[in-house]
């Protein structure tokens, strides 16, 4: 089915500005999942608020003094939000449910919940769900993790979706390696100290 957007009063004032951009993101409205089709339609009302802030300095400097108009506001806060909810499908391609965390530790479905409250599994919420990433189980690691995670997972003070970025990006400071792959060669300490800085005020 088509995605049928409901203008709000402000969105209904910048309608006609907004028409063509709208046809265009039709097409990719389509590929979404229903929360985040609203999610991307939510931020595009936002984007054409016919509110206008005050430009920080640095910002005027950046784009020159150019200002964007409506349309082009929300056709890029849309962009990122498309390439946030790609990047989110990739982080979890292939995750795990508790159901199969628990066939796969031979542990009940509730001992993968309470291993997830206590920090020492990672999952994400999506479409109802634990969705728990499959990377961070190891045979032969205590109690069938990563060793050291648990210590990670713990000691990132970010999202539970931004820890799974944080340990499969490679990481400059470690060398070009991603935390998760020098978790597996041993330096659990090296990437918890690191862990520690990651959303430190």
Do not use: Y
Request: hydrophobic share 45%; with cysteine; proline share 8%.
């Amino acid at each position: 089915m088509s995605p049928e957007i409901a203008a709000t009063p402000e969105l209904a004032e910048t309608a006609p500005t907004i028409r063509d951009p709208l046809r265009r993101f039709k097409e990719r409205l389509n590929a979404l999942q229903p929360a985040e089709m609203e999610a991307v339609l939510e931020a595009a009302t936002r984007a054409l608020s016919p509110v206008e802030e005050p430009v920080p300095a640095v910002i005027d400097a950046l784009t020159g003094g150019r200002r964007f108009t409506a349309a082009e506001r929300a056709e890029a806060e849309i962009d990122v939000l498309m390439r946030s909810f790609a990047r989110r499908r990739e982080l979890l391609a292939g995750a795990l449910t508790a159901s199969q965390v628990a066939r796969l530790l031979g542990t009940s479905r509730q001992t993968s919940h309470d291993r997830l409250a206590a920090g020492t599994l990672l999952a994400v919420m999506d479409q109802g769900a634990w969705r728990f990433p499959v990377w961070q189980f190891d045979p032969e690691g205590e109690n069938g993790v990563v060793p050291g995670l648990p210590a990670v997972i713990r000691a990132l003070r970010v999202s539970p979706l931004a820890k799974i970025s944080w340990l499969t990006r490679p990481n400059p400071i470690l060398d070009g390696e991603t935390p998760l792959a020098c978790l597996k060669a041993g330096q659990v300490e090296r990437v918890v100290a690191l862990a520690r800085a990651v959303g430190a005020e």
